[in-house]
């Protein structure tokens, strides 16, 4: 049995009370890790402990595949039809909605994001992908292919049976609807890890699973370290499987285990530098206010970022000018707080990484146009900031700082920019802007980028596939095209006429 993180709110956004199992979801029950370990979670506004979990090892690991392999096998996978999947994860989703306020309160705790953010974008964005993926759930279909008079062949996409999930912190709930919805809607079981940093709101989401209705093994839920539990899923050979989203470095790891071990497949989205391409003739004011929420949105702490801001000549001095008024008014401060924007970096290794980057920066020869600096003594908290005199051969250009740190180039000429941007490891997203529409499909189609916005930034749609070119992954989510990772294609011969 496993114990309960209580904490009363009275906050400005939030009042309430939460009450959270501290243990490992395994089997439809709450229990304590085999070799008892334990993770603390801390509150990035303060740096203080806020309480310690239950921390899953590969021996939880190999209980809860096991349990999913048994669910698989009995009741679930081709034991329940589609619509009955459907009906359990519309379910799930409505009661997601009726706790929705708490989630959100969790992952602003744990994660320092705005809750106005965490309520309005992450978990009405993760209820949202849940409702989409029940309705998918009863239309998983083969073909029949025709071949001649004397055979009937088609098509079966069945599921794969246990699928393993490492999720990250920068969107704790979107992540974990983002991973969870397609595979259970094509009928597969589930082991998932969630960030150790944020682990609070997975752990909310647990209690409402027995209750939707799903039976034992169908979900679960070990949290723990990436070293341990994540490479534990990555290495299971009852895990058949396995969807990671997070750093490059990590999902090369993730893709040596998993070939090491059975050979499962596996879908990665990875990190991004992400370039803003802002033409002459663009809408400046829109171009801005777009930059804006490209780059400082969800703290900067976002795979798509659009770090590096490519401005053409003509337009860069004035886009400089009001793109650094409107970042100097980024209201940066307590989560909890109605009218913050930018909250805490959500750990001290990824404050400490952020400054690293911006100290580099500096000796490298760019320069700090605006901020740079920690803000406060107490929590994690980072001043929006700019570099210009930028070069494509510094730290702070070619990786990926996942901070609120933008970097402003000029540029002459549209064979040079796009050359520019795509002059990177990365190609998960990129940004277009200019009032001519023959010029920003032509650069859009040009950008090697799983991604490209036209005239906007950082804006998914459930119904369009998200991923990445290069180094930012393999496969998609989001969209019919993330079902494709969930299921295998069976080919099916039937002879009616045949004879030797």
């Given at each position: 049995?496993s114990?309960t993180?209580?904490?009363?709110?009275d906050?400005?956004t939030?009042k309430?009370?939460?009450?959270v199992?501290l243990?490992?979801?395994i089997?439809?029950?709450?229990?304590?890790?085999?070799?008892?370990?334990?993770?603390?979670v801390?509150n990035?506004?303060t740096?203080?402990?806020?309480?310690?979990?239950?921390?899953?090892?590969?021996?939880d690991?190999?209980?809860a595949?096991?349990a999913?392999?048994?669910?698989y096998?009995?009741?679930?996978?081709?034991?329940?039809?589609g619509?009955?999947?459907?009906k359990?994860?519309?379910?799930l989703?409505g009661?997601?909605?009726q706790h929705?306020?708490?989630?959100?309160?969790?992952?602003?705790?744990?994660?320092?994001k705005?809750?106005?953010?965490?309520?309005s974008?992450d978990?009405k964005?993760?209820?949202?992908v849940?409702?989409?993926?029940?309705g998918?759930?009863d239309?998983?279909n083969g073909?029949t292919i025709?071949?001649?008079?004397?055979?009937l062949?088609?098509?079966r996409h069945e599921?794969?049976?246990?699928?393993?999930?490492i999720?990250?912190w920068?969107?704790p709930?979107?992540s974990?609807?983002?991973?969870?919805a397609?595979?259970?809607a094509?009928?597969n079981t589930i082991?998932?890890?969630?960030?150790?940093?944020?682990?609070?709101?997975?752990?909310?989401?647990?209690?409402?699973?027995?209750e939707?209705?799903?039976p034992?093994?169908?979900?679960?839920?070990?949290?723990?370290y990436?070293?341990?539990?994540?490479?534990?899923?990555?290495?299971h050979p009852?895990?058949e499987?396995?969807?990671?989203?997070?750093?490059?470095?990590?999902g090369r790891?993730?893709?040596?285990?998993?070939?090491k071990s059975?050979?499962?497949p596996?879908t990665?989205?990875?990190?991004?530098k992400s370039?803003?391409?802002?033409f002459?003739?663009?809408?400046?004011?829109?171009?801005?206010?777009?930059?804006?929420h490209?780059?400082?949105?969800n703290?900067?702490?976002?795979?798509s970022?659009g770090?590096?801001?490519?401005i053409q000549e003509?337009i860069?001095?004035?886009?400089?000018?009001?793109?650094t008024?409107?970042?100097?008014e980024?209201?940066?401060?307590?989560p909890?707080?109605?009218?913050t924007?930018?909250?805490?970096?959500?750990?001290?290794t990824q404050?400490?990484?952020?400054?690293?980057?911006?100290d580099?920066g500096?000796n490298?020869?760019?320069?700090?146009h605006?901020?740079?600096?920690?803000?406060?003594?107490?929590g994690?908290?980072?001043?929006p900031t700019?570099?210009t005199d930028?070069?494509p051969?510094m730290?702070?250009?070619r990786?990926?700082?996942f901070?609120p740190v933008?970097?402003?180039m000029?540029f002459?000429t549209?064979?040079e920019?796009?050359e520019?941007?795509?002059?990177?490891?990365?190609g998960l997203?990129?940004?277009?802007f200019?009032k001519?529409?023959?010029r920003a499909?032509?650069?859009a189609h040009?950008?090697?980028?799983?991604?490209?916005?036209?005239?906007c930034?950082?804006?998914t749609?459930?119904?369009m596939?998200?991923?990445?070119?290069?180094q930012?992954?393999?496969?998609?989510e989001?969209s019919?095209y993330?079902?494709?990772n969930?299921t295998?294609?069976?080919?099916?011969?039937v002879?009616?006429?045949?004879?030797?």
């Open positions: 049995m114990s993180f209580t904490k009363t709110f906050t400005p939030f309430g009370t939460i009450a199992p243990g490992l979801y089997n439809g029950e709450f229990v304590v890790p085999v070799e008892g370990g334990t993770l603390d801390v990035p506004a740096g203080k402990v806020v309480t310690s979990i239950a921390a899953g090892t590969k021996a690991i190999d209980i595949a096991k999913a392999k048994k669910a096998k009995t009741s679930w996978g081709l034991k329940v039809p619509a009955e999947r459907g359990l994860m519309m379910k989703a009661l997601m909605e929705i306020a708490e989630f959100a309160a969790l992952d602003a705790l744990a994660n320092g705005a809750y106005n953010t965490a309520y974008r978990n964005g993760a209820i949202a849940m409702q989409y993926y029940a998918w759930a239309k998983i073909k025709e071949t001649n008079e004397n055979k062949a088609y098509t599921p794969i049976g246990v699928v393993g999930q999720i990250p920068n969107v709930m979107f974990l609807s983002l991973k969870i397609p595979a259970l094509t009928g082991v998932l890890k969630p960030s150790e940093i944020t682990p609070l709101s997975a752990l909310l989401f647990c209690t409402l699973i027995k939707a209705g799903f034992p093994g169908v979900i679960n839920i070990v949290n723990g990436g070293a341990t539990a994540g490479q534990a899923i990555s290495e009852l895990i499987k396995v969807a990671f989203t997070g750093s490059t470095l990590t790891k993730i893709m040596e285990a998993a070939a059975n050979l499962k596996v990665l989205e990875l990190g991004g370039p803003n391409v802002i002459d003739d663009a809408d400046l004011e829109q171009a801005v206010k777009w930059a804006i490209g780059i400082y949105f703290h900067g702490q976002n795979c970022a770090s590096r801001i490519f003509g860069y001095d004035k886009f400089l000018e009001q793109f008024e409107q970042a100097r980024i209201k940066v401060g307590d909890f707080s109605p009218d924007y930018q909250g805490p970096q959500v750990s001290k404050f400490e990484r952020i400054m690293g980057y911006i580099s500096k490298d020869g760019a320069t700090v605006l901020g740079g600096n920690q803000i406060g003594q107490e994690y908290f980072i001043q700019i570099f930028c070069q051969n730290k702070i250009v990786e990926e700082i901070g933008a970097c402003v000029k002459k549209e064979d920019v796009v520019q941007a795509n002059d990177t490891s990365y997203a990129a940004s277009v200019t001519d529409i023959d499909i032509r650069v040009a950008l090697e980028a799983g991604t490209a916005w036209i005239n930034a950082n804006q749609e459930i119904s596939p998200f991923g990445g070119f290069k930012s992954g393999i496969g998609r989001l019919e993330a079902l494709e969930y295998n294609v069976k080919a099916v011969h002879n009616i006429g045949i004879r030797l």
